[in-house]
């Protein structure tokens, strides 16, 4: 048996955004499915909002969910392409029952105008949408329940560099408007710098370091931060500095997070 994430923990304030960053492996997916149980956790505990989520029934946990949805990677493969995009986002409202046909109707059209897509295109397939238009059908179909916490699982890495940035700050826009608590999971520090205020670093399943996004891209403290750092491009020719290889037999990944600053700790 591989074991893909092991003795991980982490808090998330309200309306905060919290950062997930390591290389593909690391165990970032694997964790925002566990918190929503898409992956069956085998061990530990999830409090949201005072409710621990692994030790919830089955009934109680659908209504939980309600309050907590993700976005997934693939916008190719998240949407299922025999469905029309509106069904697609009114699946959720229909699986909660919240409204009446004529109201759950409305509200598909709503949420196309507020992840800023075209209403008149509710009748069209994921086919017929470009990856940042299937991405924002994704989003509205996780907010359509109306939750209060948002896994968006690496959401801009298959899309054009051309289009991620108006999908990150719809992002951002969305998470002000609705006051979201979001778990951002991606690979691209620069990219997690500018939307998190704190962020985790995940290596071999285990979180070797975490703190504020200014201290922690400031001065990082673990031998891994330290080489994914190092690999981040510069746009200013000659701002760059050495390139750190990172050498995994020199980790122990027993270490516990012990405090190097304030806001930051580091498994070292």
């Known amino acids: ?143 359509g329940v109306g939750p209060s916490f948002l896994i968006a699982d690496e959401p801009v890495s298959a899309l054009d560099v051309s289009i991620q940035a108006q999908v990150i700050n719809l992002f951002l826009d969305l998470q002000q408007a609705l006051k979201l608590t979001l778990l951002f999971i991606a690979h691209d520090l620069r990219l997690v710098r500018h939307v998190c205020s704190r962020v985790a670093v995940m290596y071999g399943g285990r979180i070797v370091e975490m703190g504020t996004s200014e201290a922690l891209f400031r001065e990082p403290a673990h031998p891994y931060t330290r080489a994914l750092l190092s690999a981040v491009p510069n746009p200013h020719p000659g701002a760059r500095g050495p390139r750190i290889v990172f050498d995994p037999a020199s980790v122990d990944l027993t270490l516990p997070l012990r405090d190097i600053a304030p806001n930051h700790r580091a498994a070292i």
């Open 1 to 143: 048996m591989v074991t893909a994430v092991d003795d991980i923990s982490f808090v998330i304030d309200e309306g905060e955004t919290f950062g997930l960053v390591g290389e593909s492996g690391s165990g970032k997916t694997t964790t925002g499915r566990c918190l929503l149980r898409l992956i069956e956790p085998t061990a530990g505990q999830f409090l949201f909002r005072g409710e621990d989520v692994f030790a919830l029934p089955p009934a109680n946990l659908r209504r939980l969910r309600r309050q907590m949805q993700m976005v997934f990677q693939d916008p190719y493969s998240s949407l299922n392409p025999r469905m029309r995009a509106g069904a697609i986002v009114e699946e959720g409202l229909i699986i909660h029952k919240l409204g009446t046909a004529a109201e759950r109707q409305s509200r598909v059209r709503e949420l196309f105008g507020l992840v800023g897509l075209d209403a008149s295109q509710v009748d069209r397939f994921p086919h017929e949408f470009s990856g940042g238009q299937r991405q924002r059908i994704g989003l509205a179909r996780a907010l």
